[in-house]
């Protein structure tokens, strides 16, 4: 973590594509990025959304990222562009250097395959095992203990952590992220009802993913029975994610912790998932859809259209039922006042009956 002026900040800020001004004094120097809430002197911080713009009048961040609109303290300096949050995403890269990679080039107590080729800039840790067959691009950061198995084909600036797990003949694109504990490529869930044992069915098929996607810690992609599993450039993943064999996932998707997606489902691009959410196999997920959280689909979900509940259902639709199912207490309390005037009218009308009798 190093020192910059706001003025130093600003300027490579619109050398990476960022649009901005830099207000008050150009001077400044930051050290840090950090929240409006815990920065300090030598800290800058952001305010992206408009609902805690109470907060960046208390702050005591020496400078701030802010739109083009927001109001700023006096004696505190800014940096204004159209998207806050975006040109966040850039300074933590700045000003930080975000995550510098232990260099190994490639390591002595690396195993790697005679048949297998690797590109040129490598850094391969100590107990990497490269099977037979392998082939991996330029720019490769793969960390201690990873596995990579027979014909698998990784990209350039392929990036795994540790302990991560290839199975033979998967397909990894360009600049593909995968965090500690992921496993790619293992069998899906195959068996057929023999009498009354399952038989298991080889899966014979593989995993592609993109490039450019992002898979967090102790993920599982099964690979196809037949064909391919497929995850599309731009895809993002969170940890514990399950992803069943023969399934395709879109461009630019979001999957957010402990989603699971069975087998031979398609989901199209842009789709956000959320978290504890499942959705069972053979199904449709069209392009922008969004799915809630701990939402069970069921059904084909139409494009644009946002799910909740379980099973799921159109998020207005969702809203009701959960209104409806608060109610139910002082519903029943109405209906057992309703059910005693009941009984009481059955009871007058007993009784005036019987003394028109008489």
Not at 30 to 54: C, K, M, Q, W
Not at 62 to 90: F, W
Not at 167 to 194: F, K, M, Q, W
């Amino acid at each position: 973590m190093g020192s910059i002026t706001l003025s130093e900040l600003s300027e490579q800020l619109a050398a990476a594509g960022v649009p901005n001004t830099a207000e008050g004094d150009g001077q400044v120097v930051v050290h840090a990025v950090n929240t409006l809430e815990d920065a300090g002197p030598g800290e800058i911080s952001f305010l992206a959304n408009p609902r805690y713009r109470h907060r960046l009048a208390a702050t005591k961040a020496s400078a701030v990222l802010v739109d083009l609109q927001a109001e700023v303290p006096a004696g505190v300096s800014a940096i204004r562009s159209q998207d806050p949050y975006a040109t966040l995403c850039h300074a933590i890269v700045i000003v930080h250097g975000y995550r510098k990679h232990p260099q190994w080039d490639l390591s002595q107590r690396a195993n790697v395959g005679e048949t297998a080729r690797i590109g040129a800039s490598l850094n391969i840790g100590p107990e990497v095992t490269i099977a037979e067959g392998v082939t991996i691009g330029d720019g490769a950061t793969i960390y201690p203990g990873c596995f990579i198995g027979p014909g698998c084909v990784l990209g350039d600036k392929v990036t795994l952590y540790p302990n991560v797990v290839i199975y033979d003949g998967s397909i990894l694109g360009h600049r593909v992220t995968i965090h500690a504990g992921t496993v790619i490529g293992e069998d899906g869930l195959g068996y057929a009802p023999v009498g009354d044992k399952w038989v298991k069915i080889p899966q014979v098929g593989q995993v592609a993913i993109a490039d450019d996607v992002e898979i967090g810690a102790n993920c599982t992609i099964d690979r196809a029975t037949l064909g391919r599993t497929e995850i599309g450039s731009g895809t993002k993943f969170s940890n514990l994610i399950a992803i069943g064999h023969g399934t395709k996932i879109g461009q630019d998707c979001l999957l957010v912790a402990q989603v699971g997606v069975a087998g031979s489902t398609t989901v199209g691009k842009h789709v956000t998932v959320a978290g504890q959410a499942g959705i069972v196999g053979h199904l449709t997920i069209g392009d922008g859809a969004t799915i809630g959280a701990q939402a069970g689909v069921k059904n084909n979900v139409e494009p644009g259209t946002t799910v909740l509940g379980s099973p799921a259902v159109p998020i207005n639709d969702a809203k009701r039922q959960m209104l409806t199912a608060q109610r139910l207490p002082e519903m029943r309390q109405q209906l057992k006042n309703l059910a005693a005037e009941v009984q009481a009218l059955r009871e007058l009308m007993h009784k005036n009956a019987s003394e028109n009798r008489e």
